[in-house]
């Protein structure tokens, strides 16, 4: 590749969208064990928002960096094609297009390893691939891994109008599962197009009184952990996916659920973490082509208008993924 620059969008400390720059920056070089990706398009996450403020603190060990990031150009979802693969890499070739989850994808070009990325969905185009990694990813562990999903069993989505509650909603469905979302009444429309049994309004409506469920997934995390007992059966599962912003409430909260689940013989709770896995992918790609899965797009941005897709994304309440294009 004779031209070594490129245009991205990266921060050199962190903080709001204030610190954000678009510009010229190097094109990362790859180690013999990595492949390089031309991004077509990448999306955005709540993780981004706490990776470019870094906040709340542990997202600073994610960036394996206290004081100053060290990997400063922002993004994690990427879809593209293969520009260059590593003398160690067999899996993918030049020319191959795919889909994954990686650090730096707001940028014509980014890095990643083998481990977290697949060929791209064949139905999806870049725009709706680029909206899976992530979102998806986490949806469907939280479910399969977190919360041993089975057929038939009552599931309720909070948050269920989200990038991953829009996710969770179908997979939790194509598993076979009864599944009720909540959401505002300006989103009940859609999430009842994703296939949802039930959708319930949660400005008229409390979902604690709505039934007893054998898993709850919980993007939002407003009520009270008490609460929620009242809406699980006796062996249900509770699933923290997101929750409170402030450190002094999130550290609390995750403790309360892992010593209450620790003494209780029921009703468990637990936080989930997502791990990007390429089969996780690869599985979630067989479920896209087969009619299972679709990517709900909220809005798409240019690179150079990222700034406005954090500002967004921070405002909240989206219907889906916000998708950043790179042409």
Known sequence: MSNTRMKAVFRKKYGSTEVIQFDDYEIPAITDDQV???????SINPADIHILTGSPFPARLMEK??????????????????????SNVSEFAVGDE???????????????????????????SFAEAAGVPLAAATALQSLRDY??????????????????????????????AHV???????????????GTDQVIDYKRDSYIDSGNYD?????????????IRKAMNDSGI??????????????????????GSRI?????????????????LQTLAEMIDAGKIKTVIDKTYSLEKAVKAFEDQIDGHAQGKKIIEIL
Do not use: W
């Open 215 to 227: 898993l709850i997934l919980d993007n939002i995390g407003s009520h009270s952990l008490k609460d």
């Open 98 to 124: 795919i889909y994954g989850e990686i650090s730096g994808s707001f940028a014509e070009f980014a890095v990643a390893s083998p481990k977290v990325i697949a060929k791209r969905p064949k139905v999806m």
């Open 180 to 194: 009720t979302g909540v959401c505002s009444s300006d989103n009940m429309g859609l999430v009842k197009t994703l």
């Open 147 to 176: 919360g041993n999903i089975q057929p038939k069993q009552k599931v309720l989505i909070v948050g269920a109008s989200g990038g991953v509650g829009t996710y969770a909603v179908q997979i939790a469905k194509a598993l076979g």
């Open 36 to 42: 390089l990706i031309k991004v077509k398009a990448a």
């Open 238 to 259: 509770y699933i923290s996916v997101g929750g409170p912003k402030q450190m002094r409430k999130m550290i609390p909260r995750m403790l309360a659920m892992e010593i």
């Open 65 to 86: 960096s206290f004081l100053t990031p060290k990997r400063p150009v922002l993004g994690r979802d990427v879809a593209g094609v293969i520009e260059s693969v590593g």
């Open 264 to 280: 209780r013989r029921s009703k468990k709770m637990t936080q989930a973490m997502a791990k990007a896995k390429s089969e996780d």
